[in-house]
């Protein structure tokens, strides 16, 4: 049975969110998943309800004050978002860090050799190709046209740099 069609009418819609979109993608970890929606709340300037949703899901999975607070100082700034992100940290993974840099191109529609660049990144880090392609079905959620745009792009990428075929995308 799934888990969405057993909770009752007046469930609240995020909460019906959460359990649908969260169990989908078990190559993320939760901290990842928050960070990547905290990233994907700075990307769509939804900064009001769901980032304060996010942020509040965040610290009860492990992800600090200061974390948050590290991907929000840069509010939607596409070209410094990137440039923190790539910068070493202790605060959020360098996984974490990459992953945010590809749901920051895939939100942002830039598929072109920044996003070569990250993939390669987050293969450095020791993210496997169905992490990466995670990664960008996650965004999903918050934009499907780019989401499928990424995955596209992603699986050229990864077939290019592992020689695999097979699609994630019909």
């Known amino acids: 049975m799934e888990r969405s069609r057993d909770m009752p009418v007046e469930t609240p819609v995020d909460t019906l969110t959460y359990h649908q ?23 769509r300037q939804t900064l009001g309800m769901p980032f304060e949703t996010h942020g509040t899901m ?66 450095a880090v020791g993210a496997s190709p169905a992490d990466v392609l995670a990664v960008v079905r996650f965004c999903g959620q918050f934009g499907a046209a780019e989401a499928w745009q990424g995955l596209r792009a992603a699986e050229r990428l990864l077939a290019t740099a592992s020689g695999t075929r097979g699609s994630a995308v019909a």
């Not at 939607?76 to 990459?98: K, S």
């Not at 996003?115 to 990144?121: T, W, Y």
Request: hydrophobic residues 45%; contains cysteine; negative net charge.
């Open 58 to 123: 965040g610290l009860t999975h492990n992800l600090s004050g200061d974390a948050l607070r590290e991907l929000l100082v840069f509010q939607g700034d596409y070209p410094a978002l990137l440039r923190h992100l790539r910068t070493p940290g202790v605060r959020l993974t360098a996984r974490e860090r990459t992953f945010g840099a590809l749901t920051a191109d895939v939100l942002h529609g830039v598929l072109d050799g920044v996003f070569a660049f990250h993939v390669s990144a987050a293969l």
């Open 21 to 43: 979109g969260w169990e989908d993608f078990p190559e993320l970890t939760d901290r990842e998943k928050l960070a990547l929606c905290v990233v994907a709340d700075i990307c």
